[in-house]
């Protein structure tokens, strides 16, 4: 597949850099699928950098022609109108059936290009009002890291950047090519959600959090078995209020929708990588029968275990 990243004069180079690490340098690696970046300029060349040093993208704004998927990933600060050619550009890639991303002030271009219009949408906290009053059309999430709604995905700023685009790279390639990526880049694999899901901040775990993270370490060893809050919060050495308080400071959720959440993937990675059947999935996972966990799937993805695993299947065949 073909990724387009466009860049423009003044941009801050972390943001062009995060798309080009997911699905550029970090995939050339035996047994990752390939795919294509092209670094496109959208201003003429060379574009000077927030950073004080100028860049020189091989392509302009025709290397959007044919790419598969297309992302803005940032705009300027003020989120000033985009040039007609830019916004051309990106009209032409999505009527062509390309994936359009904007990764936090990007949804500005996709916005006045028409892209976001009776969409839900996300940027960065400090421009959303600014979104939503000049273009009312569009459902501004304020809370949000990142939504992907009718094809097209946005993310709030800076770092959740890097939420979306493995959020992508999953959708795409799977789990385990997902987790590889993130693990190259020390940040969290994903984080669950699906169409027009919004998704939580996953539970960080690193040795300092203690006797808490191996607790929860353990729930995610064991996704099968039954978990009991008192049970855990007793293991961990806390008060139930303060494990629950604890592990919503630490997660930005609840324990059940955490707890959803770990299951669901667990799910998804097996659909993608084994052959067993639906109620075996559902057993692992910790749903307990086929039927609660076509329930959830439909309820959290919209969409059925069985044909989630076909779409990843039809995918990965594109991919090789």
Known sequence: MTVAVIAFDGMTPFHLS??????????????????????????????????????????GLDGLDGADIVIMPAWHDDGRDASGPLLDALRNAK?????????CLGAFPL?????????????????????????????VDREVLYVDDGGV?????????????????????????????ARRLLV?????????????RPLPVSGSDGRFADVLAC?????????????LA??????????????????????KQWLLNQRLAHAQGML????????????????????????????SLQTSPSAYRKLFRQQAELLK
């Not at 009527?95 to 990764?103: N, Y």
């Not at 729930?219 to 049970?231: E, K, S």
Request: glycine fraction near 8%; aromatic fraction near 8%.
């Open 18 to 59: 995060v798309p080009c690490l997911v699905f550029g340098r970090l995939m050339n690696e035996p047994g990752l699928p390939q795919f294509h970046v092209r670094v496109c300029a959208a201003d003429p060349v060379p574009l000077s950098t927030a950073a004080g040093f100028a860049i020189t993208p091989e392509f």
């Open 95 to 103: 009527v062509r059936g390309a994936r359009m991303v904007g990764l």
């Open 111 to 139: 916005a006045q290009a028409g892209l976001l219009d009776g969409k839900s949408a996300a940027t960065h906290w400090s421009m959303a009002d600014v979104l939503s009053a000049r273009y009312p059309k569009v459902k």
């Open 153 to 181: 995905l946005t993310s709030a700023g800076v770092a959740a950047g890097l939420d979306c685009c493995l959020f992508l790279l999953r959708q795409l390639a799977g789990a385990e090519v997902a987790n590889r990526v």
């Open 188 to 200: 969290a694999p994903h984080r669950q959600g699906g169409q027009a899901q919004f998704i939580e």
């Open 219 to 231: 729930v995610t060893a064991n996704l099968g078995m039954d978990h009991n809050i008192d049970a």
């Open 234 to 255: 007793e293991r961990a050495a806390m008060s139930r209020r303060n494990f629950t308080r604890h592990f919503r400071q630490a997660t930005g959720t609840s324990f």
């Open 272 to 299: 993608e990588k084994s052959e067993a059947s639906i109620d075996v999935v559902a057993q692992e996972a910790g749903f307990g029968t086929a039927l609660s966990l076509r329930q959830h799937f439909r309820a």
